[in-house]
């Protein structure tokens, strides 16, 4: 069974009393393990595919299964559960907490897990490590750069050890350097931790980092290419 099955789905909004439609019968299905990039100008639907395989909305039509549930079906409770179970999240815009440090922020997600006091420490101090980010823990996000909150982001996302992690244009208010610098790492944690790892972009320097692109344009699957 595939971690990601998306079957038929259609998305929908009004805007004005006018029906707008942001996707349109769309079917994918994303293995295991697997760096999969949703590529397209903006207003082709990338990331309203996104934002439905992560559970963060709801789909007019169709069927999305993720490791085997169908989000559509559960509550509130059992959905954010769920997600916070399941999933990692990086934002274009990082949505680091500004009043707590970056020790706090990785922790964060294993709070909602009730992870022991102990364990917690550990899985922040490896994965802040592993970021280039030890040392930094007691620092306030304010004073760090975008490329380490990045970073700071990429270690919450990774913490839960999830089966998926979703990144929504995650390179898109860095430089180009910077940028290049934190796909190649989530390239590399996704080696290592053996995450799903499916991300949305407009820039082909970032697609590369992905082993599969699926192109949208309208809506719909134009294109699914293995990249090697």
């Known amino acids: 069974m595939s971690l990601i099955s998306v079957r038929g789905v259609e998305k929908q909004y009004v ?4 029906k707008m439609t942001a996707l349109t019968r769309v079917s994918l299905d994303i293995e295991a393990g697997e760096r999969v990039c949703l590529m397209g100008p903006s207003g082709s639907g990338k990331s309203t595919l996104l934002n439905l395989i992560g559970c963060l909305d709801k789909a007019s039509g169709g069927q999305i299964f993720i490791d085997g549930e169908d989000g559509s079906r559960l509550s509130d409770a059992r959905l954010s559960a769920f997600r916070n179970r399941t999933m990692g999240f990086i934002f274009q815009n990082f949505n ?3 009043v707590l440090s970056v020790f706090a922020n990785v922790e964060y ?3 909602l897990q009730d992870c022991p006091a102990r364990e917690r420490k550990r899985r922040v101090e490896e994965l802040l490590e592993a970021v280039g980010l030890a040392g930094f823990g007691r620092r306030s996000p304010e004073r ?3 490329g380490q909150r990045q970073r700071v982001a990429v270690a919450r996302a990774l913490v839960t050890r999830p089966k998926l992690v979703i990144a929504d244009e995650p390179t898109s208010a860095l430089d180009h350097a910077t940028g290049q610098a934190i796909m190649a790492l989530m390239t590399e944690l996704n080696r290592t931790a053996g995450s799903t790892l499916v991300f949305a972009t407009h820039d082909p320097s970032v697609a590369r980092y992905a082993d599969r692109v699926v192109t949208l344009a ?3 699957v134009v294109s699914d290419r293995r990249t090697a």
Request: hydrophobic share 45%; net charge negative.
């Open 15 to 18: 805007l004005e009393k006018t």
């Open 96 to 98: 680091l907490i500004p």
């Open 109 to 111: 997600p294993l709070l």
């Open 144 to 146: 760090l750069s975008g």
């Open 218 to 220: 309208d809506g719909a």
